[in-house]
């Protein structure tokens, strides 16, 4: 475990926009507007949100401080508690969607706290599902004077996702909207927002993307490769069915055989496979798995 936040240094985006990594788990970012300091996320706990918090006051000066929410996930939003609420030494107002503040509440994330503080004792000690302050649905502008941050809604990941565009700069946030090798999608029925997503980011033209899960340097190409292996699953799990593989193969399947898509043949070759395999290949197998089932529930 090892929750040290650190800056990463600038590969060529703007100098506004600074990126804070918690080891290999998760990027997160700050921008710096003429009149905000704006937090993306707050990370998984209070250790790594008082960091962030850190960063920002460093960078402060006369700036208010807000922060926003891409969604609910752990490694985005746990650190809440330290920016609002009681126990907070200050109050900074956090935007996020209504979805977000809603899988916040819900008994799901209280459960899903429970097992990470039996499964990691210390480290979700302090965590109090808190959510999001400013609420709204499908977009969101924060004028910063020279930086607009324009928020929208980008469900498939999750259904209360969104990403940040800043078009003085054409640069995109993506969050888990988007990532290396692949993105993860919530359910079968959930692929074609997925998709939409994707189009609609692409759709943007982007100068400069960053993301939560992929290397700094993957640029707005990670997007176009995503859409593809969203359209290389489609093109192997139509053919599988065609043949007469199962729409809901068994357990002990293995489904990557079965469609004739190994993991290796997923990732973008500058990545390292293997050394990804570990958490990215059974997302790829749930991928396909809820292709299949995408697939013969739209033909129906």
């Known amino acids: 475990m090892n929750d040290t936040v650190t800056i990463r240094p600038n590969e060529g985006w703007d100098p506004r926009i600074l990126v804070c990594a918690c080891g290999t788990l998760v990027d ?179 100068a400069v993307a960053l993301y939560c899960h992929a290397p700094v340097t993957s640029g707005p190409k990670a997007l176009e490769q995503n859409i593809a292996y969203f359209a290389t699953l489609e093109h192997h799990c139509r053919a599988a069915l065609a043949q007469g593989a199962p729409a809901r193969p068994p357990a002990d399947a293995d489904v990557e055989v079965l469609v004739s898509f190994p993991y290796a043949a997923a990732v973008p070759i500058e990545l390292d496979a293997e050394a990804l395999a570990g958490f990215y290949r059974p997302g790829h197998q749930a991928a396909i798995r809820m292709m299949l089932e995408y697939l013969d529930g739209s033909s129906a």
């Open 28 to 206: 997160t970012f700050i921008v710096l507007t003429e009149r905000y300091v704006v937090i993306v996320d707050t990370m998984l706990n209070g250790t790594t949100a008082q960091a962030l918090l850190a960063i920002a006051r460093e960078y402060q000066g006369r700036r208010q401080l807000l922060a926003v929410n891409t969604h609910a996930d752990w490694d985005h939003a746990w650190g809440n508690h330290v920016l609002v609420g009681a126990s907070a030494e200050t109050q900074v107002p956090i935007i996020g969607s209504r979805h977000c503040a809603a899988r916040l509440r819900h008994r799901a994330a209280r459960a899903e706290l429970a097992h990470k503080r039996a499964a990691e004792p210390g480290r979700f000690d302090d965590v109090q599902l808190t959510p999001p302050t400013i609420l709204f649905d499908d977009a969101l502008a924060i004028a910063g004077g020279d930086l607009t941050l324009q928020l929208f809604a980008t469900p498939g990941h999750t259904s209360d996702h969104i990403a940040i565009f800043i078009p003085q700069i054409a640069t995109l946030l993506a969050g888990d909207a988007a990532e290396l090798p692949f993105p993860f999608v919530e359910s079968a029925s959930t692929i074609p927002q997925m998709r939409a997503s994707l189009e609609r980011m692409a759709a943007l033209n982007p």
